[in-house]
Nanobody, 125 residues
Framework: QVQLVESGGALVQAGGSLRLSCAAS????????VAWFRQAPGKEREFVAA????????YYTDSVKGRFTIARDNAKNTGYLQMNSLKPDDTAVYYC??????????????????WGQGTQVTVSS
């Protein structure tokens, strides 16, 4: 049974940093691209960042470029999202998703094979 468990969400002041983790089990993690999406209250889920299954490429939505960094550690079956210079507009539930052998850019437009349950990030002004 595939499980994705996000962690690391918290309440943080604007300008602060958080690192989200996505721990995977029940699949060959190294064969899956990893993406982070977020959903703010009253808004649709939106793409944030992705890393290819081989780890060689990353892709970000414009609003987080230069502030967020996506990474993966296949030895730990875990994906990460380092978020710096956080803004109140970053407040949302953050979800990780994985898709078998996709490029990073493709993850921005296709539904993930598996999703985690989400972790809340709240940025206060």
């Amino acid at each position: 049974q595939v499980q994705l468990v996000e962690s690391g969400g918290a309440l943080v002041q604007a300008g602060g940093s958080l690192r989200l983790s996505c721990a995977a089990s029940g699949l060959t993690f190294s064969s899956y691209a990893v993406a982070w999406f977020r959903q703010a209250p009253g808004k649709e889920r939106e793409f944030v960042a992705a890393i290819s299954w081989a780890g060689g490429s990353t892709y970000y939505t414009d609003s987080v470029k230069g502030r967020f960094t996506i990474a993966r550690d296949n030895a730990k079956n875990t994906g990460y999202l380092q978020m710096n210079s956080l803004k109140p507009d970053d407040t949302a539930v953050y979800y990780c998703g994985v898709t078998w052998r996709r490029t990073a850019q493709a993850m921005s437009t296709i539904p993930a094979d598996y999703w985690g349950q989400g972790t809340q990030v709240t940025v206060s002004s």
